[in-house]
């Protein structure tokens, strides 16, 4: 399984970045995705989610209301919108997917390509 993240960059804060992750080497539908970020020195967390049959995306807190999932099954991508961008958001930010039932959860995916900084200037 590979995923490719790509497109995050420096941004001024209350701008807008979108982040794009291509997935190879797995049947992209029958996996929830997500996106998880890493800030030096803390945990990485889940911020956002997208279950395999569709419905209502996960959000973390800290994020939503400024932060948009999406998938493309049919070219095995899923994409992060991002706007009104803080200086807190700064971070790697890494793809992933999973089959595990707890896609809400950061434990829920072992599975992550190589992340993509995102710096945030205030």
């Known amino acids: 399984v590979q995923l490719q993240a790509s497109g995050g960059g420096l941004v001024e804060a209350g701008g807008s970045l979108g982040l794009s992750c291509a997935a190879s080497g797995l049947t992209f539908r029958s996996y929830h995705v997500g996106w998880l970020r890493q800030a030096p020195g803390q945990e990485r967390e889940l911020i956002a989610a997208?279950?395999?049959?569709?419905?209502?995306?996960y959000y973390a807190d800290s994020v939503k209301g400024r932060l948009t999932i999406s998938r493309d099954n049919a070219k095995n991508t899923m994409y992060l919108q991002m706007s009104g961008l803080k200086p807190e958001d700064t971070a790697v930010y890494y793809c992933a997917a999973s089959q595990n039932v707890r896609w809400r959860m950061a434990v829920g995916y072992k599975c992550w390509g190589q992340g993509t900084q995102v710096t945030v200037r205030g």
């Open positions: 997208s279950r395999r049959s569709g419905g209502e995306p």
